[in-house]
């Protein structure tokens, strides 16, 4: 693609958006490929009890429109001109609304949300093999159709809405991209497809048959579209003051894989944020999960036009909000970096003597235990605030570095390079943990906190013309801090051995 939009004399960019968990922020990323005029605004989670967790859709879109404007006139007071929107968003979180009056008819249902985990284990033994074979994704712990029936059948303003054909059904993605172009848009991603659990990987289309199996109706399903599919059309001009073309919809860890140079089999990245996330790259070929290595997932990265680029992604659902839940909730800790401090000052030792697992929502890997709790042990009279501080970044490093070997091994080859970005990121106490426990040198990049809205910027540009390609401008970008190792190899398997000993014996 030639790059048809540099004129001299003129400043371009792109409005993008990257809705998280916990906070929506948009910016302008100009054709240097750099951000500009962020915007951030924070958004409620709920938990209604210890398995629901629910956003109001509202107030993310409220959010959400907001620092858009808030991005755009400075962008406008300092001569940039915005040709494009692009939305990165949380995957997997699922709402729905009525299309008569535009307003959701319940509260969203978060990603991190296990209420049904323990009706699905009941679909294993049929479904797991068949959905690796064909989502690369086990039955799992959420099943976002199977939450959509179950609010069909027991709330009456959805299930009016459903018999007066008004009901709309949709992700977060689906959601604002709805709302932007005033209704005129009801698709999914594929990128945010491949996190609902019914998403055929080769072929680009819904599982039906699965999706039935839920429960859910099949006239309702939205329309799947790729990353930068033409069919977004354009904004409403009345929210924005301008009409853009939506050139970019992704879900925002992979639109962070792309940001971070992900772009070639075996380059990785690592996201850290209320979760933290590994993908790694696996080309045009998806790489399938393998057997006895649990919660390595293969999806989508991302679908340009027609072709997929496929990858393979483990997480951890609670690392950041572990953080969060430590100061906030308990208040055992001023901030995250009060922890970052205290930790920096005790020693690692051949294994945790004091421990955390992190394991507020369960475990994926390396093992599935989605009943899992949170836990802190090895206490004694003198440990202290900073023995605890350790105790937490050591749990959460250790979490990390379960999912980077459990990815490694799906993909039977080593990581040919890892980045690292989100706001967990920033500590540095952390990542020199995280370096020693993988035992390869890790990058965080320079711009790590917008990496997601960088990345989905970066896909609309190619398709606006401001780039060739994503490797044009993915390479420009410059390079960030480098952690070295500094154990040795057998303190590195010391610890890990010790971890895995926790992991084993702490109760469930």
């Not at 009345?238 to 380059?267: N, R, S």
Request: aromatic content about 8%.
């Amino acid at each position: 693609m030639t790059k048809t939009l540099h004129h001299p004399g003129r400043r371009l960019g792109i409005l993008s958006v990257d809705e998280g968990t916990t906070g929506t922020r948009a910016g302008v990323v100009q054709d240097s490929g750099a951000v500009t005029h962020l915007a951030y605004r924070t958004i409620a989670v709920d938990h209604p009890d210890e398995d629901s967790v629910e956003q109001d859709p509202m107030e993310i879109w409220s959010a959400t429109l907001d620092v858009c404007r808030e991005a755009l006139a400075g962008a406008r007071a300092d001569g940039v001109e915005i040709v494009a929107l692009a939305l990165s968003t949380q995957r997997a979180t699922a709402m729905l609304w009525d299309r008569r009056t535009g307003l959701p008819l319940v509260p969203a249902c978060v990603w991190q949300d296990r209420r049904y985990a323990r009706h699905l284990l009941g679909y294993e033994a049929e479904w797991d093999e068949r959905l690796l074979a064909r989502l690369g994704r086990p039955v799992g712990s959420r099943a976002p159709f199977h939450w959509a029936a179950r609010q069909i059948a027991e709330r009456p303003e959805v299930a009016e809405a459903y018999r007066a054909g008004t009901l709309v059904f949709g992700t977060v993605d689906t959601w604002l991209a709805w709302r932007f172009t005033g209704g005129a848009a009801h698709a999914v991603s594929a990128s945010n497809a491949g996190s609902i659990g019914a998403y055929l990987l080769r072929e680009h289309a819904w599982d039906r048959e699965w999706i039935e199996q839920l429960g859910y109706p099949l006239e309702l399903l939205p329309d799947l579209f790729a990353d930068d599919d033409l069919g977004y059309g354009r904004t409403d001009p009345e929210l924005l003051g301008v009409e853009l073309p939506l050139a970019a919809v992704m879900g925002d860890q992979h639109a962070a894989l792309i940001a971070l140079g992900g772009l070639a089999a075996g380059q990785g990245m690592c996201m850290y944020g209320t979760g933290t996330f590994v993908d790694a790259a696996t080309g045009r070929t998806p790489a399938m999960p393998i057997p006895g290595i649990a919660g390595v997932l293969a999806q989508p990265g991302w679908r340009q036009g027609d072709t997929t680029h496929f990858s393979l992604e483990a997480y951890c659902s609670t690392t950041g909000s572990a953080l969060r839940w430590l100061c906030d909730d308990l208040g055992l800790f001023a901030s995250p970096a009060e922890i970052g401090e205290l930790a920096a000052g005790v020693g690692a030792g051949s294994g945790p003597r004091e421990w955390f697992v992190p394991a507020l929502a369960g475990i994926r890997t390396p093992e599935w235990r989605p009943e899992a709790r949170a836990a802190l042990g090895g206490l004694t009279l003198a440990t202290t605030r900073a023995d605890v501080a350790r105790a937490v970044l050591d749990g959460i490093a250790h979490s990390v570095c379960d999912l980077i070997d459990g990815v490694a091994a799906t993909m039977q080859a080593p990581f040919a390079r890892l980045r690292v970005g989100g706001g967990v990121a920033g500590s540095d106490t952390l990542m020199r943990i995280q370096a020693d426990l993988v035992g390869l040198p890790i990058e965080r990049a320079a711009d790590s906190a917008t990496a997601s809205l960088r990345g989905t910027a970066y896909l609309a540009g190619v398709r606006e013309g401001l780039w060739s390609s994503l490797d044009e401008v993915v390479e420009a970008q410059p390079r960030g801090r480098i952690f070295e190792p500094t154990t040795t190899p057998d303190r590195r398997a010391a610890q890990r051995a010790a971890w895995r000993s926790v992991l084993a014996g702490y109760p469930a």
